[in-house]
C-alpha cells in the first residue's frame, strides 16, 4: 500500500519563477495538507483541501497557491518566488478532518 | 492564533537512561496534542498523540502527559536505544486531528552509545 508520494524531491529554481510541486495521498485518504519547513525549524501550516476546495488556509500570502483534483492528488503552486521560500514542503493526507496525518517525505526546494 | 514552544532544543543521553522534552500551548481551544519523529531526510511519522479528555497515554517506551490546565504536554522515552536519535516535534490542534497542526521548533535527541 503506497503512501504520501511527492514529486519531485529536490528543485531549485531561480528568484522570481514559478514552481509546481505535486502529491498523491495515501490509498483511502481524502484531505490533503501542505506544510512548509524552514531548515532547522518545525512545520507551518499553508493550506488544506477537501472536497477539491480549500478549507483552511494558515498565514501565507496569496502566492502560495493549491488545487485538489477529483482522485485527491494535490498541488502546490508558488509564484514569484523569494530567497525565503528555500524549504521542505510537505504534503500530509488524511481521512477527513478528524484522523491522523501521513507525510510524504517532502520536496526540497531551493530559491537562487 | 495558537503558539507551541518546545523545550530543549537539543538532548543529549546515554543509552537506557530516559528523555523528556516539554511543550507548552497558548490555545485552551487545543485538545489534539501529536508528537512526531523526524530522522535525517525522512518524513515526520506520529509517533504517539493525546487528546483533551486524557491524561496521560503510553506505547512500550514512550508516554505522554497532558497538563490542561498549565497548557503543557511532554514526551517520556525510557530505556533510550540509539535508533531513538531523531528530531522530535509536538504539535497542537484544535477540534480534530487532521485539522491545522501547529508545531514546536523541534528538540534534536541524541542517544550516546
Known amino acids: 500500500d503506497a503512501g504520501v508520494t511527492q514529486s519531485p524531491t529536490h528543485l531549485i529554481k531561480t528568484r522570481g519563477q514559478q514552481v509546481t510541486l505535486r502529491c498523491s495521498p495515501k490509498?483511502?485518504?481524502?484531505?490533503v495538507s501542505w506544510y512548509q519547513q524552514a531548515l532547522g525549524q518545525g512545520p507551518q501550516f499553508i493550506f488544506q483541501y477537501y472536497e477539491e476546495e480549500e478549507r483552511q488556509r494558515g498565514n501565507f500570502p496569496d502566492r502560495f497557491s493549491g488545487h485538489q483534483f477529483p482522485n485527491y492528488s494535490s498541488e502546490l503552486n508558488v509564484n514569484a518566488l523569494l530567497l525565503g521560500d528555500s524549504a521542505l514542503y510537505l504534503c500530509?493526507?488524511?481521512?477527513?478532518?478528524?484522523?491522523?496525518?501521513?507525510f510524504g517525505s517532502g520536496t526540497r526546494l531551493t530559491v537562487v | 492564533g495558537e503558539n507551541v514552544e518546545q523545550h530543549p532544543s537539543t538532548l543529549s543521553v546515554q543509552e537506557g537512561d530516559s528523555a523528556v522534552i516539554k511543550c507548552t500551548y497558548s490555545d485552551s481551544a487545543s485538545n489534539y496534542f501529536p508528537w512526531y519523529k523526524q530522522e535525517l531526510g525522512k518524513r515526520p511519522q506520529l509517533i504517539i498523540d493525546?487528546?483533551?479528555?486524557?491524561g496521560e497515554k503510553k506505547d512500550q517506551r514512550i508516554a505522554v502527559t497532558l497538563n490542561k490546565t498549565a497548557k503543557h504536554f511532554s514526551l517520556h522515552i525510557t530505556e533510550t536505544q540509539p535508533e531513538d536519535s531523531a528530531v522530535y516535534f509536538c504539535a497542537a490542534s484544535f477540534s480534530g486531528s487532521a485539522r491545522q497542526l501547529t508545531f514546536g521548533s523541534g528538540t534534536q535527541l541524541t542517544v550516546l552509545p
Open positions: 493525546i487528546r483533551s479528555n486524557v
Open positions: 500530509a493526507s488524511s481521512f477527513g478532518a478528524n484522523y491522523g496525518y501521513t
Open positions: 490509498s483511502g485518504h481524502d484531505t
